[in-house]
């Protein structure tokens, strides 16, 4: 079994470009991101409130 330069392997930053993120992926991330920053303002508004 011979190698030759074609069989070398690729590396990470060799692939193509990766395709653009979705309208739907960031929507669903925009979604998440807003409930977690809902829970955490309102946990820590609530625990300034109670002292």
Known sequence: MA???D???K????DEK???I???RLALWLVV???G???LL?????ILAKS
């Open 22 to 24: 979705s309208m739907n």
């Open 3 to 5: 190698f030759n330069r």
């Open 18 to 20: 990766k395709p653009a």
């Open 42 to 46: 309102s946990g820590v508004f609530g």
């Open 11 to 14: 590396l990470p930053g060799d």
């Open 37 to 39: 920053a809902y829970l």
């Open 33 to 35: 991101g807003g409930i």
């Open 7 to 9: 069989d070398e392997l």
